[in-house]
């Protein structure tokens, strides 16, 4: 099997595939991204549709790259271990430590499995509550609801991180990393066409980052 086999039945999931929000015009949406993502041009695939609400669009695309990471994450599981990263860290110099500011406040040092754990459980929560994701169509998003969406895609954006500095020899390997690089390609595309992360954010990987979209 790919290790990122996509279509596979029996792919690995760190936990099960979340669907478009149904009750809006998340389904519509979710076909008009899986029909321009056909199309190859990734920079094309991210510009919000004309006519389509801003928001609805940053919804649906949060739970695709949910799925994503979700899907990328897991096929590697085996070898993200608290033995092989006791740190959720990105090379030498960046290392994440874990706050939801509910449940934990001040920031912890967990391994880079237990961070994402942690993560994916906290993104989860925030994509099931209905005041901040609403599902029933002409109900309103919340005021701060780019600010949620900023923090999931910072956050995502550490778990690729951590995957390109420890576990990217491993990829190669496997001769999967021509997947990962279209996956990050598309998420970066998409975080820089609506600014949803700091720049200082992405410095762990900022040279990978300026590639791709100076090319693009």
């Given at each position: 099997m790919s290790l990122f086999g996509?279509?596979?039945?029996?792919?690995?999931?760190?936990?099960?595939?979340?669907?478009?929000?149904?009750?809006?015009?998340?389904?519509?949406l979710k076909k008009h991204i899986d029909a321009t993502l056909g199309s190859g041009n990734l920079r094309d695939a991210v510009r919000l549709p004309p006519g389509e609400d801003l928001n609805e669009w940053l919804a649906v695309n949060t739970v695709d790259f949910f799925n994503q990471v979700n899907i990328l994450y897991g096929t590697l599981m085996?070898?993200?271990?608290?033995?092989?990263?006791?740190?959720?860290?990105?090379?030498?110099?960046f290392e994440y430590r874990w706050a939801d500011g509910v449940q934990i406040k001040k920031p912890i040092e967990v391994s880079a499995p237990k961070y994402v754990e942690y993560l994916?459980?906290?993104?989860?929560?925030?994509?099931?509550?209905?005041?901040?994701?609403?599902?029933?169509?002409?109900?309103p998003f919340?005021?701060?609801?780019?600010?949620?969406?900023?923090?999931?895609?910072?956050?995502?954006?550490?778990?690729?991180?951590?995957?390109?500095?420890?576990?990217?020899?491993?990829?190669?390997s496997l001769k999967e990393?021509?997947?990962?690089?279209?996956?990050?390609?598309?998420?970066?595309?998409?975080?820089?066409?609506?600014?949803?992360?700091?720049?200082?954010?992405?410095?762990?990987?900022?040279?990978?980052?300026?590639s791709i979209v100076s090319v693009c």
């Open positions: 996509l279509g596979s039945k029996n792919q690995k999931t760190f936990r099960p595939k979340k669907n478009a929000p149904s009750g809006n015009k998340g389904v519509q085996e070898f993200c271990t608290p033995a092989t990263c006791p740190t959720m860290s990105a090379g030498p110099k994916m459980d906290w993104i989860e929560a925030q994509l099931d509550d209905e005041s901040i994701f609403p599902q029933k169509l002409g109900t919340p005021q701060n609801f780019k600010e949620v969406v900023k923090t999931i895609f910072k956050r995502l954006f550490r778990v690729y991180a951590h995957i390109y500095h420890s576990h990217f020899q491993k990829i190669v990393e021509a997947h990962l690089n279209t996956c990050f390609k598309h998420f970066t595309l998409f975080t820089w066409e609506f600014k949803l992360i700091d720049k200082a954010e992405l410095a762990p990987l900022i040279d990978l980052i300026e």
